[in-house]
């Protein structure tokens, strides 16, 4: 007779999951030193086991409905803040039809929900990839007896940057397809020089500006004639909404607020499909600035002329003697044809919702404010139109957008920042990482148009919304939290939280948003866990394989010969079905090894299987299986 004992991992303090493909708690593989012989018509049967199982999760549309949120923590409603919450399935979606479900251990679960976190995360600073993001999903385990504890959810926020400078590309985004201009720069790509009276409009669409303090700068030295206009801003990506219309959000209305300057700046109603999240424009001899928002409150609205969620282009008034910097520390625009201060580029600095631009004064040789703001603000701004206002979730993908009209007139892309992570723009997937366009594409651009009539973004309220700021030197968006929305919430705005369901299956019963605490944030780093065990289910008995052995069963459902030697029921003998187990057969059932001569053997190959003969991947931590053996009696 010989007992045989058997390990995944050598050490009970040994915890690790897997310590290599041949050592998993649920497949594993031990070799002996020396060779064991196994005298001729010999049995064996399984001795007793000690397994830790984790149970499955059963999930389904009724429980995987989850929506992300990243920027600051509202108190009472969504009013005060510039993000949205966006949605993710933790599952196959796919299988979930018609009432389906399926059976998930916790470890793979995890993984449903890091995969579901990759396609409902937006913001570039968390954005790795199409499909992926900073946001993972693992087990928690009792340090005890490294039983399931539930789920910790931890938020990477990207940092890494680099400064475009070569190898741009265009996109021609007139509202007939009418750009006439030569692109020249050799390998830079970067100058884009008018051809026509009419000139161009044009986007690079490659890589959107950092919120890690990226800034973008381009050139206007030469478009400067009297009879040249030209726009330089940044906008996000807009699909084509036809002859007449051109790239523009479909709330666009550009004949309200400031929209008669903002056309001088390209000659009339050629402007009518023209867009921008924020612009630098030459209006015939001035310096001109517009910025996108809502009025809500206005005789276009009342009369029925215009929504109130319609985007307007609204001026910054950056003159004025009362904040002004020399020399817009006058009561009219800059006079950008006379040029007295020797300006020639435009630089756009964006740090997490704060959105700055300077002017490079070439005599100088140095970096002017033209307008920010919060140093704006402080130098004695007094009206909402003095100041840049904080970029919401629509603005998170911005992208140099570029217009010059006189044939000779030319603008030059000097460089953008971007994240390292951020992939590049792609036709086919951009939708997957950039969440306005996942909005155009969804039919629900709605949920934008909700941030823009927020009182802060409203020109006909007072309210001021002060901008979070990235943390200089590590990039962190400061005051920004990751939180995971599980159920209807009133605070994160009970209609578009309707259909969340999580709460219960993460391990939050009760709680409606998880989020981390002060503690658990530390520069790019948030991390937060379930604070109950989440319910699991163990319906499925397991079975003991020995696969290099030369015993025959019969599997019956699914009509093979089989390497299995015993039957794990539901229930131990302490009548657990999940966590630590521990399996002693009342009565052995030996099993024939079939073996007329000497059996040499010098491994014992051991899975742990379902009755399909998959592995049972819920079985985690340190697995002990002793087996016997005897010569047949």
């Known amino acids: 007779m010989s007992l045989i004992i058997t390990s995944n991992i050598p050490k009970d303090d040994d915890l690790r999951p897997d310590t290599s493909n041949t050592f998993k708690p649920y497949s594993y593989q031990n070799r002996l030193l020396n060779t064991m012989k196994i005298p001729p018509m010999s049995e064996i049967a399984l001795e007793s086991c000690k397994i830790t199982k984790n149970g499955l999760l059963s999930v389904s549309a009724e429980n995987a409905n989850f929506a992300s949120f990243f920027g600051p923590t509202p108190d009472t409603d969504l009013d005060s803040s510039t993000t949205q919450p966006t949605f993710g399935i933790s599952g196959p979606e796919d299988s979930f039809v018609g009432g389906g479900r399926v059976e998930r251990n916790p470890t793979d679960f995890a993984r449903d929900i890091t995969t579901g976190l990759g396609s409902a995360v937006y913001h570039p600073a968390l954005v790795t990839g199409v499909g992926t993001s900073g946001v993972k999903v693992t087990v928690e385990k009792d340090p005890t007896d490294n039983g399931f504890k539930g789920f910790k959810w931890s938020s990477t926020q990207n940092a890494a940057t680099t400064t475009k400078t070569t190898d741009f590309t265009w996109k021609d985004i007139s509202y007939d397809q009418s750009s006439a201009a030569t692109i020249t720069g050799g390998g830079k790509n970067n100058i884009l020089t008018a051809t026509t009276a009419n000139g161009f409009y044009l986007q690079n669409r490659q890589l959107p500006i950092s919120q890690h303090e990226g800034t973008c700068v381009c050139e206007f030295a030469y478009a400067t004639g009297s009879t040249q206009r030209w726009m330089i801003g940044l906008s996000r990506i807009n699909t084509d909404k036809g002859e007449d219309s051109g790239y523009k959000p479909d709330s666009y209305n550009v004949g309200y607020g400031n929209g008669q300057a903002f056309r001088g700046a390209i000659g009339g109603g050629a402007g009518r499909g023209m867009f921008y999240d924020i612009v630098v424009a030459k209006v015939n001899d001035t310096l001109r600035v517009f910025q996108a928002q809502t009025v809500t409150n206005s005789t276009a609205v009342t009369n029925g002329t215009r929504q109130g969620s319609d985007l307007i282009m609204k001026e910054i008034i950056y003159w004025g003697a009362a904040f002004g910097a020399s020399p817009f520390n006058k009561g009219t625009p800059y006079d950008i044809t006379a040029n007295t201060a020797t300006f020639t580029k435009v630089r756009f600095t964006l740090s997490n919702e704060h959105i700055s631009i300077h002017l490079w004064d070439a005599g100088g040789f140095v970096w002017q404010l033209l307008v920010d703001n919060i140093v704006t603000k402080a130098a004695g701004a007094t009206q909402k139109n003095n100041l840049t206002l904080p970029r919401t979730a629509s603005q998170w993908n911005m992208y140099p957008t570029l217009h010059a009209r006189g044939s000779g007139a030319y603008l030059t892309l000097e460089s953008i920042d971007h994240y390292d992570a951020q992939p590049v723009y792609d036709p086919l997937t951009y939708t997957k990482t950039n969440w306005w366009g996942h909005l155009e594409a969804s039919g629900l651009t709605r949920w934008a148009s909700e941030i823009d009539v927020r009182p802060w973004n409203d020109f006909s309220s007072a309210v001021e919304l002060v901008p979070k700021l990235a943390q200089s030197g590590t990039g962190e968006m400061a005051g920004y939290v990751f939180s995971i929305i599980m159920s209807p919430s009133d605070i994160y705005g009970r209609q578009i939280t309707q259909g969340l369901n999580t709460s219960r299956i993460y391990g939050f019963g009760g709680i409606n948003v998880a989020s981390p605490i002060a503690a658990n944030i530390t520069n790019l780093t948030q991390f937060f866990v379930s604070s109950d065990i989440p319910n699991i289910i163990?319906?499925?008995?397991?079975?003991?394989?020995?696969?290099?052995?030369?015993?025959?069963?019969?599997?019956?459902?699914?009509?093979?010969?089989?390497?299995?030697?015993?039957?794990?029921?539901?229930?131990?003998?302490?009548?657990?079905?999940?966590?630590?187990?521990?399996?002693?057969?009342?009565?052995?059932?030996?099993?024939?090894?079939?073996?007329?001569?000497?059996?040499?053997?010098?491994?014992?190959?051991?899975?742990?299987?379902?009755?399909?003969?998959?592995?049972?991947?819920?079985?985690?931590?340190?697995?002990?299986?002793?087996?016997?053996?005897?010569?047949?009696?």
Not at 548 to 575: E, M, Y
Not at 597 to 623: Q, R
């Open 538 to 633: 163990s319906t499925s008995s397991l079975f003991v394989r020995l696969n290099n052995f030369t015993q025959q069963s019969i599997n019956a459902r699914q009509g093979t010969v089989s390497k299995i030697i015993a039957h794990l029921p539901r229930f131990d003998n302490a009548g657990n079905e999940t966590g630590g187990l521990f399996f002693q057969p009342g009565e052995k059932t030996y099993v024939a090894l079939n073996n007329p001569d000497t059996l040499y053997v010098n491994s014992f190959d051991v899975d742990y299987v379902y009755d399909n003969e998959t592995l049972c991947k819920a079985i985690t931590g340190k697995s002990i299986t002793v087996f016997h053996i005897r010569q047949q009696r």
